[in-house]
């Protein structure tokens, strides 16, 4: 980035501005950007729930898979989804921009604007303000880091921790379709085209990739039910069998998949057929689908399937909890694997009723 200095871009990238002191009973902002620091007034009866997450050149997206428009959308909705993974309501967001000055820098202002175009088109949809960030220079890479504030109501936060012996595991959506469309889009090895310009079956995709939704909705029905209906939750990031591992690990469980429950879309199958891939391995540990897994209680199961479709949604079964260590006596094959497998931990079950341990893979930065 060149030919603009510090304080001029952040007035560009933030020209709409932040609500700060006119608006803040809707909006809470008492003070926005423009100052040392937001100030925010909580709702009376609520936890504060917060977290963050980095999006990183040639970690995260590289030309040939993402747009500047959908960098920015989807670092706001990966950071958002961390909200609807507890059951909260995201209401405001800061957002560290570092950009490469050297000369070899890609960046423009016009760049970075449609990056930002991105970030508050995502933010203005789940109804979240942005009220403040930081903006740095770098040798390289271009990275930009979204902590989002929220609120739950008090005590009513979802946690991994909560999965209890019984319960039956869904999710929330289709898996898999993100790390397909991330799979054609670096075979293509060519500069990133808009998705208009893609033929109609790799579409859905590629759009799973670049622009995925939180499940903030979702988030808000399991948040809403009666407390302790809804056990565990966890949003999917890194693929459904690492997060399935954090959730039995957190909990002291074993989780049982069903393999031929877990959610494919029609797309992704025809997909890993033409590039002779088993779809289940974009599932389980391709990441990024940013939808929910969580548990519910055995007796309230179709309830909450219920409750999803009356709000339009549903819900998919896909497989249950069982205490750690516990195996399937009736059949020996899957007893001689358990005895091998760590628990607590988490084993998928084909049709036929066999289960295997299923590994601890997905995205891991360090692995
Ligand atoms: N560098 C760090 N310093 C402190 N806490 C961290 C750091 N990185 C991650 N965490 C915390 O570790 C937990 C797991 O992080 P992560 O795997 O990134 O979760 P998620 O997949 O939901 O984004 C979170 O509570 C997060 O806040
Ligand atoms: C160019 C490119 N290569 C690989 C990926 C795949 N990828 C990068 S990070 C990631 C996991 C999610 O990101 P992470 O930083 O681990 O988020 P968190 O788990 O903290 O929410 C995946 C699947 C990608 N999106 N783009
Ligand atoms: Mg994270
Ligand atoms: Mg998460
Ligand atoms: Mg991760």
New binding site residues.
Partial sequence: MRGMDEFALIRLLNRRGSPGTGRPNETGVKTGIGDDAAVMKPSAGSDIVVSC??MVET????PE?MQHYDIGYKAMA?SLSDMAAMGARPRWALIALTVPSGPSGTWTAESLQELYDGLYACADRYGTVVVGGDTTSSKSLLTVTVTVIGEADEDRSLLRSSALPGDIVFVTGPLGNSAAG?HLLLKAGRPAVPIEDMEETVRSLVLAHRRPEPRIDAGAILASSEAGVCGALNDI??GLASEAWEIAEASGVRIVLDEERIPLSPELTRYASAAGRDPHDFALY???DYELVGTVRRERAAELAARFEVAGKRIWLVGEVAAAGAMNKTDKGAAANLERAPMPGVTLRSSAGVEKPLPKKG?N?FA
Avoid: A, Q
């Fill in positions: 997450d980095t970690v995260h997206f590289l898979t990966s991330l990031s890194d391709g990441g990024e995205y930065h």
